[in-house]
């Protein structure tokens, strides 16, 4: 019996060797004729002609690259360019954070997230304040006031807080920053979901803390903006670990 599983193993590897490498090329085709997102792909069957490969190692190649987001089936209408967006990386994250099963490594876990975005984002505002205009300000300013005005009638308002920070980094024009931002947001919104987590024990202290943040960035207070936003992160990771305890 030992001998067969080897044996059956031995046949299986090159398998796997294959469909990784199906996946390569079918990328490779995709940057080679230059395919922009939403564009079809040829047929399965001038997929097997080009690659000479038959139409279940395609369709396996397909699957995982559609897992990928890189790759869009449509059944019934043809297999199209996905849009490379980082839809696996946040279920992927979500999925790490939700396994560290205790509260201690789960708190940890969040941790680690919100220690990455702190220093993405600590970075970001150095950059975008040599840029940002007074009517960009004005327009965070706004969304400043709409979460006042929600915290005071007891509303909720997680949407507001990610409406202004992506509001912030508009003016880099970077398209990479809100995808990433928005990855992390995602896995602490789905994990908070999970554990059933309460909102915002404090709306009035988070609506200050991103008041200071405006604030800094309208006197050209780059280093003052770096220490609004720490103070930020500070509050979401006590956050963090007080829903983690049950403590409200």
């Given at each position: 019996?030992?001998?067969?599983?080897?044996?059956?193993?031995?046949?299986?590897?090159?398998?796997?060797?294959?469909?990784?490498?199906?996946?390569?090329?079918?990328?490779?085709?995709?940057l080679d004729r230059r395919l922009r997102a939403g564009a079809p792909l040829p047929t399965e069957t001038e997929l097997m002609n080009d690659l000479g490969v038959s139409r279940n190692s395609v369709r396996e190649a397909l699957k995982a690259l559609q897992a990928l987001d890189i790759v869009d089936i449509r059944h019934g209408y043809g297999t199209y360019v996905g849009q490379a967006s980082l839809t696996p990386f946040a279920d992927g994250l979500t999925f790490r954070t939700l396994a560290r099963q205790d509260d201690t490594n789960e708190t940890g876990a969040l941790a680690e997230i919100l220690q990455v975005r702190e220093v993405l984002e600590e970075g970001l505002i150095h950059r975008v304040a040599a840029v940002l205009t007074e009517a960009e300000l004005d327009r965070l300013e706004a969304v400043v006031a709409e979460m006042e005005e929600a915290g005071r009638a007891g509303r909720p308002f997680p949407e507001l807080d990610r409406e202004f920070h992506e509001l912030l980094y508009a003016p880099l024009g970077n398209a990479l920053v809100p995808q990433l931002l928005g990855a992390f947001w995602t896995v602490f919104s789905r994990v908070a979901g999970v554990r059933g987590w309460t909102d915002d024990p404090a709306p009035g202290v988070t609506v200050r803390r991103h008041r200071d943040i405006v604030t800094a960035l309208r006197a050209r207070d780059v280093e003052a903006a770096q220490r609004a936003m720490a103070d930020h992160f500070r509050g979401i990771e006590a956050r963090a670990a007080q829903a983690s305890r049950g403590v409200s």
């Open positions: 019996m030992r001998r067969m599983a080897e044996e059956t193993g031995s046949r299986r590897r090159p398998e796997r060797r294959v469909s990784s490498q199906i996946q390569r090329e079918v990328t490779q085709l995709i």
